[in-house]
């Protein structure tokens, strides 16, 4: 019997926001109960949806449910959001949606609840729209906490920055230079029919027209190209390890940056160490697929005295732990899985990570720290702590920035994930 998409839907986003589950674990879960991939696609795009627009949507269901639905009713709560956001947002036609959400109350055993989705979803048919004057939170679908934290750091560019938060990613894609050339894939993807909005020359990276399944990207399978942001692709552009480095990747899982470096040439010897040892399997598996070879370690980035050999590195990437509000776009439960006190306890975890590892940069060395954070405190102010407290540290310019110290990357810039980027470079005589 076929899966009601929509009763999957309201089981994923309850298990996000009531259980504070990730929606990269708990959507290949449900997408495993669907055959085909376009079913497989249209759950994605509820669940996403759904947790784009949450503020907005719960306002609508307040306005049609007097009282909120608890206990073993509240996945009719979830399933009210699905129903709202085809109508609002969606081209499936209106009686559609309506009656498969209706549908739904069956598999989610909610049949009592069935003729209150039918009229809830009806009355929003007649008045979509309100005349309450919306709180900020509900108006640009971001909780207060983490709105006024983009208000503050960006006077100016906040509004952008939400609204951005709101889009679909673009697909970026990094042709491996050890298997084929950009201008052969290229080939490969227009026989595909696939397009290429633009061509990254430094990075070897491809922006798509459009999202594609990966298993529609040719050669995918034997290592050619990998889906990785034009952001994050340029964290080896910077680091620019070169044949014979000793390199240090010290947040590596699931090795997307790793493989980019060894890409640009096999002869570096790179280090890959994470304290997640499961994530680890995903960089091993990385690497195989690709043709590389890294040393692959579990560790903890702020504390080397476990993992540690004595040999000092060349360059060091530290891609940090943080808070991820650059890519909410990709992971929009960022929003609300992340509370503001774990902001805190990310800066202190960082500014560990950034003291020991520098200690095991060999003089003259070049660290380039990153983040998916927009968050100053993640950030620059992280950095300038950094530099005023370690005297033997130099900021130097990125090519890339128009020669500026740091680089913040806000989503949407140049069709990229929001990033942060500084480059230091450790005095030769200490
Ligand atoms: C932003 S992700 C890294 C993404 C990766 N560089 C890539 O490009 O695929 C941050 C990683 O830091 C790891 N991590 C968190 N705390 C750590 C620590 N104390 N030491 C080492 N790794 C840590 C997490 O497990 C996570 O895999």
Not at 186 to 212: R, W
Not at 292 to 305: F, H, I, M, N, P
Request: aromatic content about 6%; charged content about 25%; hydrophobic content about 40%.
């Amino acid at each position: 019997m076929s899966k009601n998409l929509r009763a999957l839907a309201a089981k994923c986003v309850y298990a996000v926001v009531d259980k504070g589950r990730s929606l990269s674990d708990e959507l290949p879960k449900q997408q495993g109960l669907v055959e085909s991939p376009k079913d497989k696609g249209l759950l994605q795009e509820l669940c996403y949806g759904v947790l784009r627009y949450l503020p907005e949507l719960e306002h609508h269901v307040r306005r049609f449910v007097d009282k909120p639905l608890k206990g073993k009713q509240r996945v009719g709560h979830f399933l009210l959001l699905v129903g709202i956001y085809q109508i609002k947002y969606t081209r499936i036609p209106d009686h559609a949606a309506v009656a498969e959400t209706v549908a739904a109350t069956g598999p989610l055993k909610s049949r009592h609840l069935k003729g209150m989705v039918n009229a809830v979803l009806r009355s929003y048919q007649r008045q979509p729209d309100s005349d309450d004057t919306l709180p900020d939170a509900v108006r640009y679908n971001h909780p207060s906490w983490f709105l006024k934290k983009i208000q503050q750091g960006y006077p100016q560019d906040w509004q952008q920055i939400v609204t951005a938060n709101l889009q679909r990613p673009s697909m970026w894609l990094r042709v491996n230079r050890q298997k084929t050339t950009v201008a052969d894939y290229k080939t490969l993807l227009a026989a595909a029919e696939i397009g290429v909005a633009s061509e990254d020359p430094d990075s070897h990276g491809l922006l798509l027209s459009q999202a594609v399944d990966v298993t529609r990207l040719p050669h995918f399978h034997d290592g050619w190209v990998s889906v990785q942001d034009g952001a994050a692709q340029m964290a080896a552009i910077l680091l620019s390890a070169e044949s014979g480095d000793k390199v240090l990747d010290c947040c590596a899982a699931p090795g997307g940056k790793t493989c980019h470096i060894l890409e640009r040439s096999a002869e570096i010897d790179v280090t890959a160490i994470d304290i997640e040892a499961e994530r680890l399997t995903r960089v091993k598996e990385n690497l195989q697929r690709l043709g590389l070879t890294a040393k692959v370690l579990c560790g903890d980035a702020a504390d080397t005295s476990d993992w540690f050999d004595g040999e000092m590195f060349d360059k060091i990437l530290i891609d940090a732990p943080c808070s991820g509000t650059g890519v909410i776009r990709k992971n929009p439960d960022i929003k609300w899985l992340r509370r503001a006190s774990d902001i805190d306890a990310l800066v202190v975890l960082q500014r560990q990570i950034l003291d020991a590892i520098w200690a095991i940069l060999k003089p003259g060395g070049i660290m380039v720290y990153a983040t998916c954070s927009i968050l100053p405190e993640e950030n620059k102010e992280q950095i300038q702590r950094f530099v005023k407290e370690n005297q033997d540290a130099t900021l130097l310019n990125l090519t890339r920035a128009n020669a500026s110290q740091d680089w913040q990357i806000l989503p949407g810039n140049e069709s990229m994930d929001g990033f942060y980027y500084a480059k230091l470079q450790k005095s030769a005589n200490v």
